[in-house]
């Protein structure tokens, strides 16, 4: 009697000790995870991650405050001059932030991030700004900006959302969706939504830990080799992302794949509050 409850002592024991170690895990799951830089913290302490800031109408405030803040994690990243040009053309090796009126195409933001089909590590990104909704009063304000900049750089890093519903309670993150960046206007909680939060620097933890590890064959910045060709200029219609293959709570398309050159294409869209997912128009 006495050892078939020491034995089921040990095995509740067991059991309990194996559920901590898994909840963690499970709850740590929202990088988009099939990419990262091939990029160690050593390695972006001494060559940060360049954001190239080709921006106007105000926006590098916002790419310092989203620099700053997610250079709290483990993949240090720099403000640098930009080196794109209207067509925000990516530079290997570097994350290129644009904005323009790209028109009423229903997207605030899109991150795109071209991965070397072999081997999946990150060669170059871009982010773009869309001022067509951003020069409008319902967007126009630093916590907006602050969000949508904060979760495109994101983007790039290989981070996906921790929540995409626009109405429920803020979770204190850019990359949770909301109605109310500030958490001040009492429709989304009290948190504010236009930073990174923990989570989303352990994720960055478990994205990048195991580069530690990796040994030669890496040029630092962009991964393993380089591309063939020249990578064609990244394109702000949708009819160019490629095919959806993931949708947001309201069942819009929001991660689009095509390939390129010897890459893969992701774009990440951040569609407007008021869009539901279906074109009105054909333009
Ligand atoms: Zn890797
Ligand atoms: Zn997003």
């Given at each position: 009697m006495t050892n078939t409850f020491k034995i089921t002592l040990r095995i509740s024991l067991a059991i309990l000790l194996g559920l901590s170690l898994v909840v963690p895990q499970a709850y740590a799951n929202h990088s988009w995870g099939k990419y990262h830089w091939d990029l160690s913290t050593a390695d972006t302490m001494a060559n940060p991650l360049n954001?190239?800031?080709?921006?106007?109408?105000?926006?590098?405030t916002n790419l310092s405050t989203a620099s700053v803040d997610w250079n709290v994690s483990v993949?240090?990243?720099?403000?640098?001059?930009?080196a794109s040009n209207a067509n925000c053309d990516p530079t290997l090796g570097e994350v290129e932030v644009c904005n323009a009126e790209y028109g009423s195409n229903n997207w605030l933001g899109i991150a795109q991030v071209w991965?070397?089909?072999r081997g999946g590590h990150i060669a170059q990104a871009v982010v773009q700004l869309n001022d067509t909704y951003f020069d409008t009063p319902t967007y126009n304000t630093t916590p907006w900006r602050n969000l949508v900049m904060c979760q495109e750089v994101g983007h790039t890093f290989g981070l996906g959302h921790q929540d995409e519903?626009?109405?429920n309670t803020n979770l204190g993150t850019c990359m949770d969706y909301t109605s109310d960046p500030t958490g001040l206007a009492g429709s989304n909680g009290t948190l504010n939504n236009e930073h990174p939060n923990q989570h989303d620097y352990d994720q960055l933890v478990s994205i990048y830990a195991h580069l530690n590890e990796?040994?030669?064959g890496s040029n630092g910045k962009g991964g393993k080799g380089k591309p063939s060709t020249t990578p064609n200029i990244t394109s702000s219609a949708q009819s160019e992302w490629g095919q959806a293959i993931a949708q947001d709570a309201q069942g819009r398309d929001s991660v689009f794949v095509r390939n390129e050159n010897g890459f893969e294409v992701t774009t990440h869209v951040l569609w407007t509050m008021e869009y539901e997912g279906h074109d009105e128009h054909n333009d």
């Open positions: 954001l190239g800031d080709n921006l106007t109408n105000g926006w590098s993949l240090k990243n720099e403000v640098v001059p930009g991965t070397y089909r519903n626009f109405s990796t040994s030669g």
